[in-house]
T-cell receptor
């Protein structure tokens, strides 16, 4: 079975500062990797995903994540955050070609302060 | 499209009561899912369905039941509510068929906050 660890439950940061949200996973087989964002009182929305190819993937709102197979990590970064990025971020994995189950990490609450 | 809709948004139950959480999607998605979200624990899969008439257990199915009589609807039933079922419940759906695999994005509803006292 796979597992996902998000090392930081909360990350406070000032507006326009850079941020990194850490995600490590454990799996005996190849996986697909996802970052979902949950704004207050809303459901989860896909932010970006890694399926294959380039290990650096980007979202439309300036976030990026890099798949590092040797370190089994998929950290999320943004060079300059905005107040509107305040949300909870979830890292998730699913086994390649092996069913429908997404395994989620515990989430990281990003708090952007003015 | 309304996307994935869930009702009710909030509910308080007494121990032993039963209820059905409703979920509907208007995107003609084959796959539908029910998750529960506990504080600091991420989301855990309760049940899922790959199409009308087909359901299967996820990671934490005990205490719940589902049915999928149509493509659009995927209700979740709690028969004997317990305090351990206090959680936020999310329904999700995704397109795709068996040949495509599991790379498609899951689309989530806004959630139902359930408290069992």
């Amino acid at each position: 079975a796979q597992s996902v660890t998000q090392l930081d439950s909360q990350v406070p940061v000032f507006e326009e500062a850079p941020v990194e949200l850490r995600c490590n996973y454990s799996s005996s087989v190849s996986v697909y990797l996802f970052w979902y964002v949950q704004y207050p009182n809303q459901g989860l929305q896909l932010l970006l995903k890694y399926l294959s190819g380039s290990t650096l993937v980007e979202s439309i709102n300036g976030f990026e994540a890099e798949f590092n197979k040797s370190q089994t990590s998929f950290h999320l970064r943004k060079p300059s955050v905005h107040i509107s990025d305040t949300a909870e971020y979830f890292c998730a994995v699913t086994k390649v070609n092996a069913g429908n189950m997404l395994t989620f990490g515990g989430g990281t609450r990003l708090m952007v302060k003015p | 499209n309304a996307g994935v809709t869930q009702t009710p948004k909030f509910r308080i139950l007494k121990i032993g009561q039963s209820m059905t959480l409703q979920c509907a999607q208007d995107m003609n998605h084959n796959y539908m899912y029910w998750y529960r979200q506990d504080p600091g624990m991420g989301l855990k899969l309760i049940y899922y369905s790959v199409g009308a008439g087909i359901t299967d257990k996820g990671e934490v199915p005990n205490g719940y039941n589902v049915s999928r009589s149509t493509t659009e609807d995927f209700p979740l039933r709690l028969e004997l509510a317990a305090p351990s079922q206090t959680s936020v419940y999310f329904c999700a759906s995704r397109p795709g068929g068996r040949r495509i695999g599991n790379t498609d994005t899951q689309y989530f509803g806004p959630g139902t906050r359930l408290t069992v006292l």
